[in-house]
């Protein structure tokens, strides 16, 4: 275990509703990741939050948002759900910003009608 | 867009045997790490390899890197039926701060 925890485990929302993810960081680690993994690919970078601060973005729309609070959890915003938006999202912490080892929480499934 | 291409995509084989996963790449990296992943849940860390290094072991897993021909692999030796999931490469280019994913290699190993 990482000792990054993701919630809820699973979730189905219909097309255009909004979801919130959550994800608690291993204690310490003031960096958190988060990837969006559709099925039967790899997982790829949605954005970084550092100390509160967004610190990175991929290739995705705005309406992907997130936030990070002092207590090492953080939430991922989606709105207007698109049925492409289904996958499988991970979030990572990290003892500092940047990329070296990271670490995975066991994800959310969410599925998108 | 995925930086790092695994292959094979699949591999079968028997417990005790080795098996080996390669890696390319399309840019010049800082470093390079493997991960794992059971049944879609959460990826756990296997190693990483900084770009000024050539070879590193851990347990069982052998990982090399090339970059002069933009290429790593993963070795893992003796195997056992619990090494079966999809193992992953992600590189981290210079002055980056996100891990650029391959599409990943399903292990399975029969016991």
């Known amino acids: 275990e990482t000792g990054v925890t993701q919630s809820p485990t699973h979730l189905i929302k219909t097309r255009g509703q909004q979801v919130t993810l959550r994800c608690s960081s291993q204690?310490?680690?003031?960096?958190v990741s988060w990837y969006q993994q559709a099925l039967g690919q790899g997982p790829q970078f949605i954005f970084q939050?550092?100390?509160?601060?967004?610190?990175g973005r991929g290739n995705f729309p705005p309406r992907f948002s997130g936030l990070q609070f002092p207590n090492y959890s953080s939430e991922l915003n989606v709105n207007a759900l698109e049925l492409d938006d289904s996958a499988l999202y991970l979030c990572a912490s990290s003892l500092e910003q940047g990329a070296g080892e990271q670490y995975f929480g066991p994800g959310t499934r969410l599925t998108v009608t | 867009s995925q930086q790092g291409e695994e292959d094979p995509q699949a591999l079968s084989i028997q417990e005790g045997e080795n098996a080996t996963m390669n890696c390319s790449y399309k840019?010049?990296?800082?470093?390079l790490q493997w991960y794992r992943q059971n049944s879609g849940r959460g990826l756990v860390h296997l190693i990483l390899i900084r770009s000024n290094e050539r070879e590193k072991h851990s347990g069982r897993l052998r990982v090399t890197l090339d970059t002069s021909k933009k290429s790593s692999s993963l070795l893992i030796t003796a195997s056992r039926a619990a090494d079966t999931a999809s193992y992953f490469c992600a590189t981290v280019q210079n002055a980056g701060n996100m891990l650029t994913f391959g599409g990943g290699t399903r292990l399975m190993v029969k016991p």
């Open positions: 204690s310490g680690h003031n960096t």
């Open positions: 840019t010049s990296i800082n470093n």
């Open positions: 939050y550092y100390r509160e601060e967004e610190n």
